[in-house]
C-alpha cells in the first residue's frame, strides 16, 4: 500500500474478494462481454451501489483480477524453475492455466490478449530477473518480451484446441520452443 491510499478494513476486503470472485464464477458460465455490473453483484450478494465504492467500473475490477491471476502464473513459474528446471516451470503454468481454463479463455478470446500481454510483460520484467539464473547471450529484457509474447500466444492456441490437448505435451512444446532458448546458452 503507498503513502496516501485508504487502509483497507476487513469488510472492503471481503467486499473486494467476493467481487473478484463473482467475476471469475461468472467468466466460468460466460462470455466477459456477457457479464454486467448487475449480474457481478448479483452473484457477489452485494448491492450495485457498493461496486462502485471499491471500482469505477468492469474494466478496473478485470483488470486487478487479471494483474493478481498473472502474479500468481509467474510465482508459480518461477518457484518451479528455480526447485526443478525449465520443463516443471512449465508444467507448472500450464497446470495452473488448466485448472483456470475458464478466466484464461475468457481474457484471452474476449479481446483483452494485448493488455494480458501488456501486464504479463510488466510483472515478468520486476518479478523475474532476479530469480532466473540468466545464462543465454539474449538480452534478458528482449528474453522477457519475446518469453511474454510467445507464452501467451502459446496459451491462446493451446485454449483454442480444447481440454483433449495434454497439458504435459504443451509444456514440453513451450519449454522447447520458449524457456530454454531464453534462458540457456545455445537454448
Known sequence: MSEGEPKLDARMVRTQQALRAALLALLARKSLDDVSIRDIVAEAGIGYATFFRHFPSK??????????????????????????????????????????????????????AGTIREQFAKAAAERGPQRIDHRSDIPMELGVLFGVTSTVEIIAWWLRQGPGFPVERIAEIHDRLVVKPSITPGG
Open 59 to 112: 474494466a478496473a475490477l478485470l483488470e486487478e483480477v487479471v494483474e493478481d491471476e498473472i502474479a500468481r502464473l509467474i510465482d508459480l513459474s518461477l518457484s518451479s524453475l528455480q526447485e526443478a528446471g525449465t520443463l516443471a516451470s512449465c508444467l507448472a503454468l500450464f497446470r495452473h492455466v488448466d485448472a483456470n481454463r475458464a478466466l484464461w479463455s475468457a481474457l484471452l478470446t474476449g479481446g483483452a
